[in-house]
């Protein structure tokens, strides 16, 4: 079993930036790779950020050269910052993690960019 915790989500205006930080307990040894998703207001839960433990990153389209995913090992911790954030950013942002057989998911932090 993995337990995530997300922290870091809040109000912030237009072009401004947040970080989400998101720190794995338990089997943290068996993670594959780790990454948020978001999911806005009657809309489907979207991959925004993944990174591998190898630190391979991919981004969604909407995101690309606005935010960045790294990974501490040593702290079993995953960041996401966000730069020059949009109204459209505005979503609950979820962690995920993968293992070979299972998939594992935070409670969620909600960010708003709204002026």
């Known amino acids: 079993q993995v337990h995530l915790v997300e922290s870091g989500g809040g109000l912030v205006q237009p072009g401004g930036s947040l970080r989400l930080s998101c720190a794995a307990s338990?089997?943290?040894?068996?993670?594959?790779?780790m990454g948020w998703y978001r999911q806005a207001p009657g809309k489907q839960r979207e991959l925004v950020a993944i990174i591998t433990n190898r630190g391979r990153a991919n981004f969604a389209n909407s995101v690309e050269g606005r935010f960045t995913i790294s990974r501490d090992g040593a702290k079993n911790t995953v960041y996401l910052q966000m730069n020059s954030l949009k109204p459209e950013d505005s979503a609950v942002y979820y962690c995920n993690a993968k293992t070979l057989s299972n998939v594992y998911w935070g409670q969620g932090t909600q960010v708003t960019v709204s002026s």
């Open positions: 338990g089997s943290t040894r068996s993670i594959d790779a």
